[in-house]
């Protein structure tokens, strides 16, 4: 069994449970087996022939029937050997339900009592306390407690204006940036090789550097996220997004994209398309951090990718 599948899938699931703890409820399992190839010259399990059921014997007649041998005549001077018929006592009928064959059912004898009756199955769905949040600071709060950033020292919190024209959605912190984790304003990010490409980029759009917001996807540094985990995540970014208001958000790259808006959608066919995201317009862009030194990369976004979308101008020069 342990050399037949690749339990890799459950074990990313069961990791992702354990950094969820106890208060989210499992309604599926995301993980399946999948069997791994035949060795060769492994001998096949044997197949266990199929045995032919037996042809049912036809009832016999009751002409046909041997007559029992040994037994008084029903009268004394008869010459006849067959004895009558002797009546028998009938059988109790003990199921509790009259008999139907010959009349209407009992309804009082087929009803089942209602404290036999099962009950109805409820569901209970895990609340947490980020969801009653009022305000952005106690969204940020609330999520501390959450057993997905009980480890973690500090958080990657929004930096930028109030209801911003764009926002950018980073997957997580880079470790080299790990340091700017408590920056006040996008001067951190922007200061970087990446944040003035991507400023850059986006004046030639129209759009300033003073209304751009930036917030992550996962608010620490990088690690590999469960499946479970991501759909924690997806309520989460939800929930910040009703505070920040920003007209339209940025993704970057193609992990972040199937994080977001699931693996139901092609990241090839839908970059730079326009999608939706609770309620917010929404585009997917490539990986700024491969852009910044890749020529075909920054061709592909400006020519495809930009004009795809439909939710930038080009600001004339």
Same mark, same amino acid.
């Given at each position: 069994?342990? +050399? $037949?599948?690749?339990? #890799?899938?459950l074990r990313n699931y069961l990791s992702g449970q354990i950094d969820l703890g106890e208060a989210e409820l499992l309604l599926? $399992? @995301?993980?399946?087996?999948?069997?791994?190839? %035949?060795v060769p010259g492994t001998p096949a399990s044997a197949v266990r022939p199929a045995i032919a059921p037996h042809p049912p014997i036809p009832p016999t007649p009751a002409a046909a029937r041997?007559? @029992?041998?040994?037994?008084?005549?029903?009268?004394?001077?008869?010459? #006849?050997? %067959?004895?009558? +018929?002797i009546p028998q006592a009938p059988i109790p009928d003990?199921?509790?339900?009259?008999?139907?064959?010959?009349?209407a059912v009992d309804t009082k004898a087929s009803a089942i009592p %209602?404290?036999?009756m099962p009950t109805a199955r409820t569901v209970k769905r895990a609340t947490h306390a980020f969801e009653s949040a009022e305000s952005l600071d106690a969204f940020y709060e609330s999520i501390k407690g959450e057993a997905l950033y009980a480890k973690e020292a500090a958080l990657a919190r929004y930096v930028g204006p109030a209801k911003p024209k764009l926002l950018f959605l980073l997957p997580a912190i880079k470790m080299a940036e790990a340091a700017n984790i408590s920056a006040k304003s996008t001067d951190a990010f922007?200061?970087?090789? *990446?944040?003035?490409?991507?400023?850059?980029?986006?004046?030639?759009? #129209? =759009? $300033?550097?003073?209304d751009i917001g930036i917030t992550y996807f996962f608010k620490s540094t990088e690690r590999p996220l469960a499946p479970l985990l991501e759909a924690a995540l997806r309520k989460m970014l939800a929930k910040e997004l009703s505070f920040i208001q920003p007209e339209i958000m940025v993704t970057?790259?193609?992990?972040?994209?199937?994080?977001?808006?699931?693996?139901?959608?092609?990241?090839? !066919?839908?970059?730079?398309?326009?999608? +939706?995201?609770?309620?917010?317009?929404?585009? %997917?862009?490539? !990986? @700024?951090?491969?852009? *910044?030194?890749?020529?075909?990369?920054?061709?592909?976004?400006?020519? *495809?990718? =930009?004009?795809? #979308?439909?939710?930038f101008t080009i600001a004339a020069k």
């Open positions: 069994m342990a +050399d $037949e599948f690749d339990f #890799s899938e599926d $399992e @995301p993980w399946t087996l999948t069997r791994k190839p %035949a041997p007559m @029992p041998r040994n037994l008084p005549p029903q009268f004394p001077n008869s010459a #006849s050997s %067959a004895p009558a +018929d003990t199921t509790g339900f009259a008999p139907s064959l010959f009349g %209602a404290a036999n922007f200061g970087t090789p *990446v944040g003035q490409m991507l400023s850059r980029l986006f004046a030639s759009l #129209s =759009i $300033e550097q003073k970057f790259g193609q992990p972040l994209f199937y994080q977001v808006f699931g693996k139901g959608k092609n990241f090839d !066919d839908n970059a730079g398309t326009a999608m +939706d995201f609770s309620g917010t317009k929404s585009v %997917a862009l490539v !990986d @700024p951090y491969l852009m *910044v030194n890749d020529k075909q990369m920054k061709r592909l976004t400006w020519k *495809v990718h =930009i004009p795809r #979308s439909g939710l």
